[in-house]
């Protein structure tokens, strides 16, 4: 069950919001749409990447200069969950300044 990948319709709040941390973009999402358009068993981390694609850091650039692209909410909602891992590691390395 915790290896699985959450969708959309597990999402816990009226809204998604979408946020990179690199390139100062921020989108507000209303999952009940999200939902008629992707469907519910769309994963979210699919979804996010989808958005991800948009953007010119996500697919190319260093580690440190990455998309930062995330969305924030997950992380409360859904301990351990895989893009919330992918965040901390992101935190981590960002913390690292030599
Ligand atoms: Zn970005």
């Known amino acids: 069950m915790s290896d699985r990948y959450r969708t959309l ?12 941390s690199t ?3 921020k989108g507000r999402y209303k999952v009940s749409r999200l939902i008629e358009k992707w469907g519910g068993d769309m994963p979210i981390h699919s979804f996010i990447a989808s958005l991800g694609m948009t953007c010119p850091r996500y697919v190319r650039g260093h580690a440190r200069e990455r998309c930062g692209i995330g969305c924030q909410q997950l992380i409360y909602m859904f301990q351990g969950a ?3 891992e992918e965040y901390r590691q992101q935190q981590i390395e960002g913390g690292e300044k030599n």
């Open 9 to 20: 319709r597990e999402f816990k709040e009226p809204f998604m919001e979408i946020e990179c």
């Open 82 to 84: 895989p893009f919330s």
């Open 23 to 25: 390139c100062d973009r």
